[in-house]
């Protein structure tokens, strides 16, 4: 209750605060560099106001009603021109004229919101990659499966065909934040089979931020941040909308959704749903049993945009159901069921969250960036009817302040300070972690710094959290958890330095430290974690994880060539893991059947890691319509305190596409493309309680296009995977051969096999 009041106090101060501010009307125009044409249909958006327009058949356009105070970065985005990002003074009255240059490359630079600052890549000291909306759709079955197949450095966790866990440079669960409408995604993401609760269609863009950002977001950023971005608002006086379908034949998944959002002198709204279904998935050996799985995902959002800035209350509801297939050595794997209804074992999940988005723009050029958010996360895990056995109920409070002061000398501050509570009870008959209470606060300071074509970026943070496990006594007098009450503290900082060498080449490069409570599960587990099949153990006096890293990246980006390369160190003091070392079994007795089963026993311990690697993209333009794209990343773990390597880290990848635009009358946006994806064998494994993974090579095609049927477009599409029907394992499945099943090293389920996708995508508007 003292949360929620301090949360009403600051709204209500910050909402007094904000003084009226004189508006204008920004009017301006898009023009083609060489030739001063106008450039009608180019977009324009000013990220920090989450506002964007188009130009008219003119190449003009005009952002209605906003502040005349401050600097705000604005991007200017068009088809076949290199994208402008451009820091502007909102006082000036003078019209505005952006002259795009005509390129092949068109998002060599973009404009990165989830750091302190918002600015332009290039003058962001972290290493950033931008995934669009249009990459979002195609053959994916989550949101993480989306990213993971675009972004360097970044893969998954999977299980099965519904789950995916995010991994960047080798760090996962715990160690990778994730966050939606400014709030942090809190959803058990201790869990290997707890996936990310999100709707991989309801992000307008999303920001992948590799390497440490404990700075802003405190603990458990050790590997990176997910920055998952909301549309942009639309021009004053419209309603814009789209449609999307698509339908998949490996596994019959069909995803449907549907958006309307609109602008009325200020007053903004936006509404979404979207249902998935899919079968069990299909491999060169038959369907995986009981593997498909549904969701239904709905989120609305209300708010204005004044003078003084905006305030946007969000709403959303996910709701999962996913089959999991519960089998022994010699018990059957497949069959040819296209049946649509889950059997049991299976995963129900909901997560509810209401979040509260608020820019406070202060005379002078100060703001206040303020998010409040609250969570409601239930996983149910049905075994053998819709009565849970295992029920997680978890609830989560949370404020996120930023206030960035006005530049002085050249120096651009800013101060932050957030706040969290989590309490969760059990409601399931079945027991594997305490309930409890978890509290923490930080704050940080951050100072950047522009000079000529360098920047130069400093900041600390100060971090408290407190867990608290309650203690349980069974029945029968057995202590099931002894509880815990631990508090943790740490001091984090950072350095970042950027150089600008011309319009081509570019560097970056950051040295700092961070940090990781240990969560809940690690320090109190005790019980079957049915989705895995095995029996966790915790340690209340885990220490918190502390990481030591450096990375460095170069980029560059001309007519004919694009591409990046970055190297990074990372050594953690203290990592924490899960691992079955000795063979050791638990045997547990069903009190109502009466049956025992011996699971594998994992007992959470601590050692010292180093992690290295490198990881880029490298596209070649020899005419313009043709494009050959190329990632690359490849992830060295080691855990030194045993001499031997970590467990769970990717293997390296290398993806090749080559991509054709040829123009074609009628047709826009028309392309081609064949790719190959090539895994590497994955030898560095802890042999304690891993098996190696073969490498595999993978084949993939598409082919799209959006067409006009009036004045309404049309964009349809066609996207082919694994076109060869190749069986394999990736090395980061749980259902791989040495995961699966310790007592027989070679049983285990192939990953999904030949899979086309045909989808239809309908944008629509008016203008009122």
């Given amino acids: 209750m003292k949360l929620k009041l301090f949360y009403c106090f600051i709204f209500l101060f910050v909402c007094i605060s904000a003084s009226a501010a004189d508006v204008i009307d920004l009017k301006g125009k898009v023009i083609d560099a060489k030739t001063n044409e106008p450039l009608a249909g180019a977009t324009v958006s000013i990220p920090d106001l989450r506002i964007a327009v188009a130009t008219n058949l003119n190449g003009e356009f005009t952002i209605k009603s906003i502040p005349q105070r ?66 979002l759709q195609g053959s994916s079955t989550n949101l993480i499966d989306a990213l993971a197949k675009q972004v360097p450095g970044m893969s998954q966790i999977t299980t099965s065909q519904a789950i995916s866990k995010p991994v960047i440079r080798g760090l996962s669960y715990n160690r990778v934040v994730t966050l939606n409408d400014g709030v942090k995604q809190q959803g058990q993401q201790w869990g290997d089979e707890h996936g990310i609760e999100m709707d991989q269609f309801s992000a307008g863009r999303v920001e992948v931020l590799r390497g440490a950002a404990s700075l802003q977001y405190g603990s458990d950023a050790l590997g990176g941040v997910i920055n998952v971005i909301d549309p942009a608002i639309p021009a004053e006086g419209t309603v814009a909308g789209e449609f999307l379908t698509n339908y998949s034949s490996n596994n019959g998944l069909t995803n449907t959704s549907a958006m309307v959002t609109g602008n009325q002198n200020g007053f903004v709204w936006r509404g979404r749903g979207t249902y998935q279904n899919a079968y069990s998935y299909n491999t060169p050996a038959g369907r995986v049993i009981n593997s498909g799985f549904n969701q239904t995902n709905a989120s609305a959002m209300v708010g204005v945009n004044k003078p003084w800035g905006y305030s946007h209350l969000n709403f959303s509801y996910y709701k999962n159901n996913i089959g999991f297939l519960d089998a022994e050595p010699g018990d059957e794997l497949y069959n040819t069921s296209t049946s649509r209804t889950l059997d049991f074992p299976r995963q129900d999940i909901r997560h509810y969250k209401v979040a509260l988005n608020n820019n406070f723009l202060f005379d002078g050029g100060s703001s206040l960036k303020l998010d409040l958010g609250y969570q409601k996360n239930q996983r149910r895990e049905l075994e053998e009817s819709t009565t849970p056995s295992l029920f997680f109920d978890m609830n989560t409070y949370s404020l996120d302040a930023k206030y960035s002061l006005p530049e002085m000398n050249g120096w651009h501050p800013v101060v932050g300070l957030s706040g969290a509570l989590s309490h969760s009870i059990n409601l399931g008959e079945e027991l594997l972690i305490p309930a409890y209470d978890e509290y923490s606060t930080g704050a940080f300071v951050y100072l950047k710094k522009m000079w000529g074509q360098n920047t130069f970026s400093a900041g600390a943070r100060y971090d408290f959290i407190k867990n608290k496990g309650k203690a349980l006594t069974e029945e029968d007098g057995n202590v099931k958890f002894p509880g815990f009450n631990n508090q943790f503290s740490n001091m984090s900082g950072a350095l970042g330095f950027t150089h600008v060498f011309n319009d081509d080449l570019s560097f970056k490069a950051n040295a700092g430290t961070a940090f990781r409570a240990p969560n809940p599960a690690e320090l109190g587990s005790n019980g079957v974690h049915e989705g895995t099949t095995r029996y966790e153990i915790g340690d209340a006096n885990l220490a918190p994880e502390r990481s030591y890293q450096a ?18 160190e990372n050594y953690i003091h203290n990592y924490i893991y899960a691992s079955n070392t000795n063979k050791e079994q638990t045997t547990v007795v069903d009190e109502i059947t009466g049956e025992s089963r011996a699971y594998d026993t994992y007992r959470y311990g601590q050692v010292n890691a180093n992690l290295y690697g490198f990881e880029g993209n490298l596209t070649l333009h020899p005419v313009p319509f043709i494009h050959f794209e190329n990632t690359f990343s490849y992830t060295h773990a080691q855990n030194n305190t045993f001499n031997r390597p970590l467990a769970l880290i990717p293997a390296g990848t290398l993806h090749n596409t080559l991509r054709f635009e040829p123009k074609v009358k009628g047709l826009k946006d028309f392309y081609f493309y064949a790719g190959i994806d090539n895994y590497f064998k994955q030898g560095r494994v802890d042999e304690t309680f891993e098996t190696a993974a073969g490498g595999y090579t993978l084949l993939n095609a598409g082919i799209g296009a959006t067409f006009n049927i009036g004045k309404q477009p049309l964009k349809l599409y066609v ?20 995961r699966f099943s310790q007592e027989d090293p070679t049983f285990g389920i192939y990953n999904m096999g ?12 008016t203008n009122r």
């Avoid at 460095?552 to 001309?558: C, F, H, I, K, N």
């Fill in 70 to 135: 401050g600097n705000f970065v604005v991007q200017v985005q068009y088809l076949s021109y290199k994208t402008l990002t451009q820091t502007i003074n909102l006082s000036s009255q003078t019209p505005l004229v952006f002259a795009l240059q005509p390129s092949v490359i068109e998002t060599h630079e973009v404009v990165i919101t989830g750091t302190p600052i918002t600015a332009g890549s290039r003058y962001n000291s972290t290493s950033a990659s931008v995934v669009t909306k249009d990459q």
């Fill in 551 to 568: 990375d460095a990246t170069l980029e560059y980006g001309s007519g004919f060539v694009t591409g990046s390369v970055g190297i990074y």
């Fill in 719 to 738: 996207s082919g995977t694994n076109l060869t029907n190749k069986a394999y394992y990736d090395a980061l499945s749980r259902l791989r051969p040495g």
């Fill in 754 to 765: 030949r899979n086309v996708t045909f989808g239809v995508y309908i944008p629509f508007g």
